[in-house]
């Protein structure tokens, strides 16, 4: 993430997603949106520690440095779809995983905390591939669903398109009163929205990382 401006870009990506983030929350009064965010760089800590309000979302700035301890990160994720501090019925949380390279501690470990937990296999998980360097099966067992690939974004133009449909579309199907379930259901329930299709003009020369 230190090379070729990969990690400005996602802050980049991440602040222009913030006012459409709140405007899929405000015109649904049914779900409460809040965010949080780990960084898995030289081990895994919480870059927002707090579930904040997408109406009380500020992002603060991305550095890169380090190994990529992704099953630390995912570990920390299944302590918190625990069920407390997760309630038995809600809606189900979204999550997405953005990685440009190979993980370099236990990610199968992590991911299997994370299927353990009845809100880790209800939950709506996307995958975002920085870079032809990211592995993508990997990234594809995070995600865990046949019809649902991870999405590779090849320059800041695609990595701010697929942020915010993540954070638009998805975010609206999920937060949606449909997709509410309780414990006792098994699978996931949210249909996926299309994914917004590549532009012609981002397959060449702008194809950077």
Known sequence: ???DGKIQALNFSIREAIPEMRRV???NPYADVQVRAIRFSSGAQWHISQSTTVDSFTWTDLAADGVTDM????TMVAEELRMPPMAERALPPVLVLISDGQPTDDWAGGLRALMDQPWGKKAVRISIAIGEDA????????IGHGEIKP???N???SLVKYIKWVSTAVLQSASSPASQTSDSEPGMHVPI???????STLDSAADVW
């Not at 099953?71 to 995912?74: F, V």
């Not at 929205?193 to 532009?199: A, E, F, G, I, T």
């Open 1 to 3: 993430m230190r090379v």
């Open 25 to 27: 929350a405000n015109d």
């Open 71 to 74: 099953g630390k990160a995912l």
């Open 135 to 142: 592995d993508d099966e990997v990234l594809q067992q995070f």
């Open 151 to 153: 999405l590779h974004a």
């Open 155 to 157: 320059n800041a133009e």
């Open 193 to 199: 929205p299309l994914v917004p299709d590549k532009d």
